[in-house]
């Protein structure tokens, strides 16, 4: 065999030739390459040879192997994404249809102050957001693996339990207890801490505090999972070097958990940046983000590719996001995601 060539060509290849031989008798003219013989031979044949060529081919197709989770990535991933993309680069016209006119005026638009503002906006709030779930779920999360003992798991499924609710009920829930007219501002007012109901609501302020309730589940459970599954004697270690609890956290336990804290920025960060409803509930026309303006471009404006455009923005952030989070936090980092 030459130097170079792939074992599992040559076998494929031998086969087929054979098999060709064989059948030349039986069928009759008709074509090898027919879909009705390759099925049969492809059938017939045995299953380790069956196996090689499903390898050579993804080999040569270079991908890692081709599945129902492949199909179902490109059907509802990239095919989605692929659209919506070449959406970006077309026209809308006067009634909101779409008019096959390449251009690149959308694109453009993404500089104006508004827009730019817009981008600036949700960016800030997605990052604050990240930073106060981490340093809120990581002490949650620390609290329950060290000290929940056997309550651990009921604590965990109270950290979990709002999201078996609707997010739109949930947000209307806050949007009543913190209204001028709302239970805080009730309770306050009867206890005479206040002389007129407080401002909570439609201003930046509540809207982070409000996607921090939304998604701080997100930040907890990867960084639970890394806790869990850290070495103790590790940390005994540590503690018989004569390492103080606060050195053996920064030394040993930080930078070993540092996967599931990636892959909780991930998952926090990334339903912040497209997430228009809190906006829209809890902070008003004047703290809009960029899923607010996907949504008046799609539904309000009828305008396709303009929203289009948004969006194949807010995914190439995003895309950056994880890539940068994934290269710093290596396999542990997908491991927590998925």
């Not at 098999?19 to 017939?44: H, L, P, Y």
């Not at 890692?64 to 990535?73: E, L």
């Not at 007129?196 to 907890?220: F, K, Q």
Request: aromatic share 12%; proline share 6%.
């Amino acid at each position: 065999m030459p130097r170079g060539a792939c074992p599992e060509r040559h076998e494929i290849l031998r086969y087929a030739q054979n098999d060709t031989k064989r059948r030349a008798g039986n069928d009759k003219g008709m074509f090898f390459g027919s879909f009705q013989t390759a099925f049969r031979i492809v059938g017939e044949m045995p299953g380790n040879l069956r196996e090689k060529i499903r390898k050579y081919l993804a080999k040569q197709a270079h991908l890692p192997s081709v599945g129902p989770v492949s199909i179902w990535t490109i059907l509802f991933v990239i095919a989605p994404l692929g659209f919506i993309l070449y959406f970006s680069f077309l026209t809308a016209g006067d009634f909101g249809q779409i008019l096959p006119i390449f251009t690149l005026e959308n694109y453009q638009a993404l500089a104006r102050p508004v827009v730019a503002e817009v981008f600036l906006r949700t960016l800030l709030f997605s990052l604050a957001t990240t930073m106060i779930c981490l340093l809120l779920g990581y002490p949650l999360a620390y609290f329950i693996v060290m000290y929940g003992g056997r309550w651990r798991i009921h604590l965990l499924l109270l950290v979990i339990l709002p999201e078996w609710t609707s997010y739109l009920i949930r947000l209307y829930a806050i949007r009543m207890l913190s209204g001028r007219a709302g239970l805080i501002n009730s309770a306050l007012l009867s206890l005479g801490l206040i002389s007129s109901p407080l401002g909570i609501l439609y201003n930046p302020s509540a809207v982070v505090l409000t996607l921090v309730y939304g998604w701080l589940p997100l930040m907890v459970l990867p960084v639970y999972a890394s806790l869990v599954g850290l070495n103790p004697s590790l940390l005994e270690a540590s503690a018989d070097l004569g390492a103080t609890p606060f050195r053996r956290f920064f030394t040993v336990t930080l930078p070993l958990t540092k996967g599931g804290i990636l892959a909780g920025i991930i998952l926090v960060f990334i339903p912040c940046i497209g997430d228009w409803l809190v906006p829209l509930l809890m902070g008003g026309t004047k703290t809009f983000m960029a899923g607010n303006l996907v949504y008046l471009h799609f539904i309000s404006a009828a305008n396709i590719p303009a929203g289009s455009t948004i969006g194949v923005a807010l995914t190439a952030i995003v895309l950056i996001i994880m890539y940068l989070c994934i290269k710093a936090g290596g396999k542990e980092a997908t491991e927590r995601i998925i």
